[in-house]
């Protein structure tokens, strides 16, 4: 029931990822294509449900995430707003201020004291690649995420859900600093 | 110059200046009242149908619409038409308990006293009581702080998760077991599983709570499937409302949280409209909204406007009339006299007792200066024929108190009709014609009588009608007939409200693409008790969904079960559930073997199951379908369109389910018909009573039947008019009928004593005159009326001046004739 506030989340960690880039890593210009893998882990599955898709951005407005298999969903952001669609179902306009206590709309923010002021950002170099942990002072939904890439392209991104379940997102064949194809959005 | 020094020109202005005070003081205490429900017959459906209506949450329906070329840009409108939308704060004029209670909650201890003082609590609902300005001003502070704005009747996306765990938490009992499939079948089980795996799948970012264990079938989602069927989409919303397929179209429905004869408010949300056309007009897109509020609004606003130019209108036009054939400005202050001060005391009668009045009933009674100036017209015309008042009341006065006498007659036989509005045109007009005659006899007649007034009465030749004309006379006569003949009843009372072309047009762009509507028509159910009308709401729904599915609506019992339902349902759960098949095909499921343990500990203890607290939204929707009329409670549940209402009643009497559909226009269209006979057959009766007062009076059979001429003419006059001008028999044209018959049989009265006492030529020539110049100022009056775009003034004012030009004709031309045959023969 809280999934749209949980994209909330995960697509506004994209968003300050782009928006906080001397903090972690952020795409080249803003311009970025990269392909999924993610797997949703929980105490009631007994083997993560794996789905895959990509994710277009160009520039800071421009944004797309889409999931192609097993089922396909998309979350687009434009005109500063974002949307949620399930295939064969409408499209619905998600708010940022749906609810504070997710700390959500100050993660929309672009106010890096803000952002500050809600999250923690610890950060650690292991063999060359950065690991950031990103921690809501006052967790509702998301515990913490975990961000792990080198220099502008991320690697992998977990999300820790208070349910105790998890979203671990794989990321290849990643292109930044070039403007995505069209056709991607 | 000398005369304004006489003590009677003092009197008179003194009189008049005192009259136009008293209307000034009177007329604004008077609260105006134009909806169309005044003018029907109460008969007890018909009154039912309409109060359940004003009751039903469809009277506080506002709709926005919008409508874009590029989807594109849909969401960006809806958001700033949004905010303008909650920058219009309302001050209602009252408000209902549970809102009341809402707004207490949220004010701290002295706007809590504000609020209390500012409204008095009354049977149903709570209302404003009358203000000073610094308490208005405080009370709309006070809604301001609330923020009481529209309020979206659409559940928002809270509202939305709270119903689908509502669905999910309580599906073992909320699944309707009747009529959908058994969900404990081996296969109903293995494709719940793979539903719940693609919700999981399609809401990567979800987090599981109570509710997701608690419906490991997706039972819920069929739940929530069925409310929405019922709707144009409003459980799946988007931007707040619902979208059309092709994604250019966009309704949000709101709650206006006021009634709609609260013109303040409905100006608000007319102005809001306007607001909105203008930036759909910059932008280029169709936006809009629609409501029922906006057609009181509309026709409030235009009978506001014609009153004042109906009344202004008429009486310059009356005593030009007068002024023309007296030929003296002295004369029309005296003409005043009556009039103005007839007005005045009736005004104030009706600001003390009545308070409310309707404006069809007020623009009517503008137009009666028309009539009540008739005596002193006649007074006046004779005033230089007989040298003393006694010999001219010896003359005219029996025809006067006859004409009198007549004319308020048919306007008391009005007050005896059970339509609020032919009551209120027969108070106006009994109390308006007798002030003016008291006022006439008793002041105007005693101000100037004939000895003490020096007579320079303007000599008019009125020309004399031959055989040639009676010909011409009987043709039209003919003609008149002919059109009467082929008018038909009308049926519909809408055809009585001003025309509102656009409002129509507008639910007709919303119509085309969306199921809402603001027609009044409801399935209905009764009972001693709530429980026993969801029981009937639900044998309903279960008939329509195995009938026609297509024809579904929301009822409550989709959310709300009855006691006898709970225990079927548990029942079912008990004889159908099969822990192996479940446990088999959970095994071959993703989810581990305990996911959905307290499901299963739920059906193991089916018997302690209870439904839990309903969501705020369903919670108020359902409470807004249960309306409270004199006592009996009543379970309403709104059809979108008369054709559906007209199916599902096909099909739940034929399954004899117990309801009944209440449609305040269809049910008001029999009632109409058979009152607007029934009043006809009265109108006639009435015309044999002054036919039996005439013989009384003339004692003459041949004497009698001229005299009553005028009357018939004018009678089947304004029965064809409807006809002539396009429209069916209506409630109005009834009225003028009646109305006709006490102003017609005057100028038969009077014409037809003339001959019939062998009056002189001067004196034959004064009383056409007089009869002359009193149709024409009674069709000063009434012409003006035909100019209304409101249709019933329109009626009342086409079939008036169509039947006084006609009794006017029948008098001048057919009677003269038909004396001097009957003198020769």
């Known amino acids: 029931m809280t999934m749209k506030k949980i994209i909330f989340v995960f697509l506004l960690f994209i968003v300050t990822i782009s928006l906080y880039s001397q903090k972690i890593p952020h795409p080249k210009n803003s311009m970025l294509y990269t392909e999924f893998t993610a797997y949703k882990s929980a105490l009631y599955l007994k083997k993560p449900i794996v789905s895959s898709g990509y994710i277009a951005m160009n520039g800071l407005d421009k944004f797309i995430f889409k999931q192609t298999k097993p089922i396909v969903i998309e979350v687009k952001k434009r005109e500063n707003r974002m949307f949620f ?87 290849k064949n990643t292109i930044t600093g070039t403007s995505p194809n069209e056709k991607y959005f | 110059m000398k005369n304004i020094f006489k003590p009677r020109f003092i009197i008179s202005s003194i009189i008049v200046a005192i009259s136009g005070i008293i209307i000034g003081i009177s007329a604004p205490m008077i609260k105006l009242d134009t909806s169309i429900q005044a003018l029907i017959p109460h008969d007890e459906k018909m009154q039912r149908s309409l109060e359940l209506t004003q009751l039903s949450p469809v009277a506080d329906k506002v709709i926005l619409f919008v409508e874009v070329d590029n989807a594109a840009k849909l969401s960006d409108i809806i958001n700033q038409i949004e905010q303008m939308v909650n920058k219009v704060n309302f001050t209602p004029k009252k408000i209902s308990f549970g809102n009341f209670e809402k707004i207490l909650q949220k004010l701290d201890e002295n706007q809590k006293q504000i609020l209390i003082k500012s409204y008095k609590k009354g049977k149903h609902s709570y209302t404003i009581n009358k203000l000073i300005k610094e308490e208005k001003n405080a009370i709309d502070l006070l809604f301001k702080n609330v923020n009481f704005t529209l309020k979206s009747a659409i559940p928002d996306q809270n509202d939305i998760f709270e119903i689908m765990d509502y669905a999910s938490t309580n599906s073992l009992l909320l699944y309707p077991y009747e009529f959908l499939e058994n969900p404990f079948s081996k296969e109903k089980i293995k494709e719940g599983f793979v539903k719940k795996v693609n919700y999981i799948e399609s809401s990567p970012f979800f987090t599981a709570n109570e509710a997701f264990f608690l419906d490991p079938v997706m039972m819920g989602f069929s739940v929530l499937k069925l409310a929405n069927s019922g709707t144009s989409g409003k459980y799946f919303p988007q931007y707040g409302g619902v979208v059309s397929d092709d994604k250019k179209s966009y309704i949000k429905v709101f709650k206006a949280n006021f009634s709609p004869d609260d013109y303040e408010n409905s100006e608000k949300l007319y102005n809001l409209n306007k607001d909105i056309e203008k930036f759909a007009k910059k932008d280029n897109f169709k936006g809009f909204l629609y409501s029922p509020h906006l057609y009181y609004s509309e026709s409030f606003k235009s009978i506001q406007i014609e009153i004042g130019f109906i009344f202004i209108l008429s009486i310059f036009l009356t005593l030009l009339v007068f002024y023309v054939f ?116 008793f002041v105007l007649q005693k101000i100037i009588p004939p000895e003490q007034y020096s007579c320079h009465i303007k000599k008019i030749n009125l020309p004399q009608f031959g055989k040639k004309s009676f010909i011409v006379w009987l043709v039209v006569f003919a003609v008149i007939i002919i059109g009467a003949l082929f008018t038909k009843f009308e049926d519909n009372i809408r055809n009585l409200d001003k025309n509102h072309k656009i409002l129509d047009n507008k639910i007709k762009i919303i119509q085309n693409k969306f199921k809402e509507s603001t027609d009044s028509v409801f399935l209905v159910f009764t009972g001693n008790t709530r429980e026993d009308m969801i029981k009937k709401s639900f044998l309903a729904y279960k008939t329509i969904y195995q009938n026609n599915k297509d024809l579904l609506f929301l009822s409550p019992s989709i959310f709300m079960l009855s006691e006898a339902n709970i225990k079927n349902h548990k029942n079912f759960i008990k004889n159908n559930f099969n822990q192996d098949f479940f446990n088999e095909e959970l095994k071959n499921s993703i989810f581990t073997d305990d996911t959905f343990s307290l499901w299963v500990e739920n059906i193991k203890n089916i018997n302690d199951l209870i439904l839990t607290k309903m969501p705020d939204y369903i919670a108020e929707e359902i409470e807004s379908m249960f309306v409270d009329l004199r006592g009996q409670e009543y379970l309403l549940i709104h059809i979108n369109s008369r054709e559906r209402a007209k199916q599902i009643s096909n099909i739940l009497t034929k399954e004899k389910v117990d309801f009944f559909m209440s449609d305040a226009l269809m049910d008001s269209a029999k009632s109409l018909v058979e009152f607007e006979k029934k009043a006809l057959i009265l109108v006639f009766s009435a015309l044999i009573i002054i036919f039996v007062i005439l013989l009384i009076a003339y004692r003459n059979p041949i004497y009698s039947l001229l005299a009553i001429l005028p009357p018939v003419a004018a009678l089947i006059t304004g029965f064809s008019v409807a006809f002539f001008t396009g429209r069916g028999f209506n409630i109005m044209h009834l009225t003028s009928s009646i109305l006709l018959l006490g102003i017609a049989v005057d100028y038969g009265i009077f014409v037809t004593t003339a001959f019939k006492n062998n009056y002189d030529k001067e004196e034959i020539l004064a009383t056409f005159k007089s009869v002359f110049v009193c149709a024409l100022t009674t069709l000063a009056g009434f012409g003006v009326l035909s100019l209304s775009s409101n249709q019933a003034i329109f009626s009342l004012g086409t079939s008036m001046f169509a039947g006084v030009i006609f009794a006017l004709a029948t008098a001048y031309i057919a009677i003269p004739n038909l004396a001097r045959m009957i003198k020769k023969g």
């Open chain 1, 85 to 171: 669609k399930r295939e064969g179902m409408n499209e619905i306009e998600i708010s940022g201020n749906n609810d504070n206590s997710d700390n959500i709309a100050f993660l929309f923010s672009t106010n890096e004291d803000d952002l500050k002021k809600n999250f923690k950002i610890e950060q650690i170099t292991t063999n060359g690649k950065q690991k950031y942990t990103v921690t809501p002072f006052k967790p509702t939904k998301v515990e913490k995420i975990e961000v792990i890439g080198i220099d502008d392209k991320i690697e992998n991104i977990k999300i820790f859900f208070k349910d105790k379940s998890t979203i671990l997102y794989e990321f």
């Open chain 2, 326 to 441: 007296f030929n003296r400005i002295s004369i029309l202050l005296y003409g005043l006299v009556p009039i103005i001060g007839g007005f005045a005391l009736t005004f104030f009668i009706i600001a003390v007792f009545k308070k409310s009045y309707g404006g069809i009933a007020f623009a009517f009674g503008s137009t009666t200066a028309g009539i009540a100036i008739d005596y002193t017209v006649h007074y006046l015309s004779k005033l230089c024929v007989y040298p003393t008042l006694k010999e001219l009341r010896q003359k005219i006065g029996i025809s006067m108190i006859l004409g009198y006498l007549t004319t308020i007659s048919a306007f008391i036989l009005l007050i005896f009709s059970n339509i609020i509005s032919l009551q209120e045109i027969g108070l106006f007009g009994f109390l308006g014609i007798s002030f003016s005659f008291l006022l006439n006899w």
